[in-house]
């Protein structure tokens, strides 16, 4: 069975920091782009940040810029989202997922999809 696990959510005051993990397993993701999703209570999922196969290309979305960094280790196959600078508006269930396209922002571009992880930021 594929399977993508997250962890490292939690709770974390504003300013603090959280290192997102997201493990695969039942196949092999390197030829896959990876992102990392999140939703809150009452809105609509929101793309956060993707990685392609190769590294070379990461892509996020402007609120994040310069607070996110996406990363993936394939001899591992998996993925990472370090959050710092961390703001209340960040609280939401985060979510990884894999898509076969090479770079897509779009929720529904994506397969595999994990449970999610809660990350609280507190005011």
């Known amino acids: 069975q594929v399977k993508l696990e997250e962890s490292g959510g939690g709770l974390v005051q504003a300013g603090g920091s959280l290192r997102l993990s997201c493990a695969a397993s039942?196949?092999?993701?390197?030829?896959?782009?990876m992102g990392w999703f999140r939703q809150a209570p009452g809105r609509e999922r929101e793309f956060v940040a993707a990685?392609?196969?190769?590294?070379?290309?990461?892509y996020y979305t402007e609120s994040v810029k310069g607070r996110f960094t996406i990363s993936r280790d394939n001899t591992k196959n998996a993925v990472y989202l370090q959050m710092n600078s961390l703001k209340p508006e960040d609280t939401a269930v985060y979510s990884c997922?894999?898509?076969?396209?090479?770079?897509?922002?779009?929720?529904?571009?994506?397969?595999?999809w994990g449970q999610g992880t809660q990350v609280t930021v507190s005011s």
């Open positions: 997922a894999a898509t076969p396209t090479v770079s897509s922002t779009w929720w529904r571009d994506y397969s595999y």
């Open positions: 039942g196949r092999t993701f390197s030829a896959y782009t």
């Open positions: 990685v392609t196969w190769s590294s070379s290309r990461t």
